[in-house]
């Protein structure tokens, strides 16, 4: 209703009453509109914020990224694999990724009973994180926990609140340092072909892993996707990885993704950097590919060498910032001096751009 439309409006055949209860209904109704815009604005305004301040594929290669995670993580395949893929996909860039994964790890802080025949207890990423941060000045952090933070026993609410909390501490300490939070969910723990180890739910003691371990996976993969509702950036590694197996088992009874039920083959590993790389934006046509090597043959003439020299190229930088930060896993790689180190890594990394187009 416009403003000329009120000033001929006919009082006396409305009524005075009639006409204050006409002028009051548009009046709340206008409210309301304002209201409600001023709401789709805000909202509207909310949304784009959060999905400018996601972490893309770009970023990944011109911002400094940490990665951490437990023992799948420091094994590197995955993370060699995303940045193989960066690299080719832009090979302009020189890309800081990071590998700061640590066997046993957890954010949970549990450790089962004689953990390692007893030799030392799991390492508790919160030991070093204010460190790691602090040292490697991340702009992105990419972590991937959950194995091990359930300590292969049955679930129990305590274990999951721990995870959970663990969880939270290292997201809000990430955010408070500036850098952007990645979570991916924890891969699948497959007992098959460990059977002879697994132990059945009512056992007093867990000298092995629970036969149903993967139960207890599923619900932390599906709390950490769940968090997306406040805003977390959460790649699921979990969900797929189980359609993958139960589609390669139904069709191939021995078919695997991990030969002693925790840490990823090679396919696994390929197949987690296609996820990461997916939900980050990467090139659609250099995903399709079955493995790393396939990917890298399609646009490199020695495919092996680039590979293995970013591989070297991780591995040295991870076990040299792992011995400058600090940690307190036992018989791990006494890396090089951290200077030392990144001369090395320069050397690599002027053999791994004479291979790129």
């Not at 993370?79 to 996909?89: L, S």
């Not at 994964?101 to 957890?106: A, D, Y």
């Not at 955010?175 to 723990?189: I, K, Q, W, Y």
């Amino acid at each position: 209703m416009s403003q000329e439309t009120i000033l001929v409006i006919d009082m006396p055949t409305l009524g005075r009453h009639n006409f204050c209860m006409h002028i009051g209904f548009f009046i709340t109704a206008l409210r309301w509109s304002l209201c409600l815009s001023l709401k789709g604005i805000l909202i509207l305004s909310q949304l784009q914020s959060i999905l400018a301040q996601e972490v893309r594929l770009s970023d990944l290669s011109t911002q400094r990224t940490l990665i951490l995670g437990d023992s799948i993580t420091y094994g590197g395949q995955y993370v060699a694999n995303i940045e193989a893929f960066i690299r080719i996909q832009q090979p302009n860039t020189n890309p800081f990724i990071l590998n700061l994964g640590l066997p046993s790890e957890t954010v949970s802080g549990l450790s089962e009973p004689g953990h390692a025949g007893g030799a030392f207890p799991r390492p508790d990423l919160h030991e070093r994180l204010d460190r790691t941060l602090k040292a490697v000045k991340p702009q992105v952090v990419l972590a991937c926990y959950g194995m091990n933070c359930g300590i292969y026993h049955p679930y129990a609410e305590d274990r999951f609140e721990a995870f959970k909390v663990g969880i939270r501490r290292l997201h809000d300490r990430v955010v408070a340092s500036g850098a952007r939070m990645v979570h991916l969910t924890p891969p699948v723990f497959d007992p098959y072909p460990i059977a002879s180890r697994t132990l059945p739910a009512e056992s007093p003691v867990f000298s092995g892993p629970y036969v149903g371990y993967d139960e207890v996976l599923t619900l932390y993969s599906g709390w950490l996707v769940a968090m997306r509702a406040e805003g977390w950036q959460v790649i699921d590694l979990h969900g797929p990885m189980q359609a993958m197996l139960n589609t390669g088992r139904a069709s191939d009874p021995s078919f695997l993704l991990a030969g002693d039920g925790v840490h990823m083959n090679d396919r696994a590993h390929w197949q987690t950097a296609r996820w990461v790389l997916t939900a980050l934006g990467g090139d659609p046509s250099l995903l399709t590919f079955d493995s790393a090597m396939a990917m890298a043959a399609s646009r490199l003439k020695d495919p092996t060498s680039f590979l293995s020299l970013i591989k070297q190229r991780q591995r040295l930088l991870c076990d040299a910032w792992l011995t400058h930060i600090g940690h307190l896993r036992p018989s791990m790689n006494k890396g090089l001096a951290l200077d030392a180190a990144q001369a090395s890594a320069s050397e690599l990394e002027f053999k791994i751009q004479a291979l790129l187009p």
